[in-house]
Each structure stands twice: as C-alpha cells, then as structure tokens.
C-alpha cells in the first residue's frame, strides 16, 4: 500500500509541474501577443497561433519512434469535434464579439472565469472532486489572477459582450474537460488534432472576416510562440489533465496571467504596484496550499475495460496477450477487476466515485 500513496504523492507532484509549466509557456503568450496585435488581426493571430503548435507538433511527431501511448480511434471523433468546435472555434468568436462592446478591464476580468468553469463542469457534469481545502486553494488562486487582471480604467461591459466573453470561457471550459476524457490517448496526437483544426477553423474565419496575412517575418514569429505557448503549453496540459483531473488542472493554469504579469515590466513597461503584489502572494499562497492538499478514504472500483498508458501498480493486475507490448510503462487493452481500498488519491480515470 506505501507504494501507491508514493506513487499518488509523485504524481500529484508531477501533474503539478506539467500544470504551472503549461500556465507558464501560456502566460508569455500575452505580452508578446500583444506586440504583435497591433500588424495582426486578432483571428488572425489565433490562427497563426494554432497552426505553429499544430505544425511544429506534427513534425515532432514524424522524427518520434515507435509507439507507446494508446493510439486515437474512431470513437473518440466526437469529443475531438467537441474540442476543436468549442476550443477553437466557438470560443474565439465569442470573445471577439465580446471584446467588441465591453472596456478592457471588464474583459480581462470576465476572461478568469473559464478556471471556475471548467472546475464546475468537472465537479457536476464529470465527477470529479475537491476537498474544502482544494477549493479554498483554487479560490486564492482565480482571485489573484482576478486582482492581476485588474487595472484601473472603465469598467463597461455591455450584457451581451459580457454574456459573449463569459460563454467563450464557458466553451474552453467544455473544451478542457473533453480534452481530459481524451487524456488516456496519445496526447501529442490530440492536440495535434486539436491545434490544426482550430488553426484552419480560425484561418477560414479570419480570411472571410476581411483580415488578412501578415509579412512573413510576423509569421514566423507567431508560429514560433505557437509552437511555445499553445502546442508544448497544451501539450503540458493535457498530461496534466490525465494526472489530475481537469477541476485541480485549472486551477494550476489559472496561475498563468502571474507570468503574463512578470513578462510586462521588461516587455511592456508595466510596474509592480500594491494590487499586483498583492495578487502574486494570493496566487503564491494558493498553490502552496494545492500542493499540500491530500484527499484519501476507503473506495471501490467497478470492473472496467480500456486502453491507456501504464504501469503494473496495484491498479493494474491483469494478463497479458502474448502480442501486447512488452516493458513498462506501455498501452494496450486491459481489464480491471473490481477492488476496495484506502490510499490517497485525485480524480484520475480510475477515481471517479461517490463521495
């Protein structure tokens, strides 16, 4: 039993860095992003966005040998749908729209409720669950990205801009728990899928709304943070979401405006004042708190059957097929008996159970 709740502990720790990682490479993108707005559309910009993740991630994927992630099948056709519709098409256009007819501050607020989104839609629609403890922790976490996005200025939003902008991170909210069903695939597959249909979508669109490319030398540059801050940053985080569920996995993310914030002093100029500060202690605290959290009890498994990368611990006590991969950690079809048990644990693919 001592091997599973290290095994837990390393992979709390692990999903953890994938996490604040990902919300890291994420976080450069909006200062830098903003250096390139001003000679790029917004759609535009998107598109070019995507595209440098999904080709650099394609590429990857052509020098990379052999295979040990289970492989994407025809049945996952509709969540990956549901993720490139809702994550690279629907949100976008929601929030242009949105942006459209609130001020700037009321649309940086708005843009932190997808981190309460997902968390809600993971909790009620998916099973997943917090502890009190979590919850506080990722409550410090969104006010600090709050109190960050936060500058002094107008505050107007119109209703429909703010109900635009509020169903965009409604729709990357879907998309984020899509995504962590999808986890137990190869993640560089999915989000290869994921980043070129929405590169193309938004390319299509943007072409039609009248906007279009930019010289190559902008480009260039916004496939390289593409590649950066949308492929290896999604990348990062759909690893996460398979180590700890999307309503933890959010909450790390939602630290990714903390960069963004860092990155503007030297970038853009910008100063660290009394609010900002006070922002990172909040974000500072909150993930320390995270981090510290443990949730164990006794619970059972129900028999089930599917495919995804693993090793033999005690979740994983089956036969094999004489053509089944051999070496840990590998993928094929397995069964898992029904077991009760205590250990700490998160809501993983195996831990969806009653509380």
Known sequence: MRGTVDDVRNGRGRGAFYGLAAAVLFGMSAPISKLLLPNVGFLMLASLLYLGAGLGLSAFALLRRGRREAVVRRSDALPLAGIVVTGGIVGPILLLYGLQSVSGVAGSLLLNLEAPFTMLLAVLVFREHMSRGE?????????????LSYERGELRAELLGALAIAGACLSWGIDNNLTQKLSVRDPIAVVRIKTLGAGVCTMAIALAAGQRLPPARLI????????????????????????????????????????????????????????????FVLMIGGVAALLRARHGHLHAHAEMAHEHLHVHDEHHQHTHAPDDPPGEPHAHEHRHEPLTHEHAHVSDIHHRHRH
Request: net charge positive; aromatic share 8%; proline share 3%.
């Open 135 to 147: 919850v506080l922790a990722s409550v410090l976490i969104v006010g600090g990205a709050l109190v």
């Open 220 to 279: 260039a540059a916004a496939l390289v943070l593409g590649l950066f801050s949308y492929g290896i940053s999604i990348l990062l985080d759909a690893y996460a979401l398979r180590v700890l569920g999307a309503a933890r996995e959010a909450a790390f993310f939602a630290t990714a405006p903390f960069v963004g914030a860092l990155l503007s002093i030297p970038l853009l100029g910008d100063r660290i004042t009394a609010a900002r500060a006070g922002g």
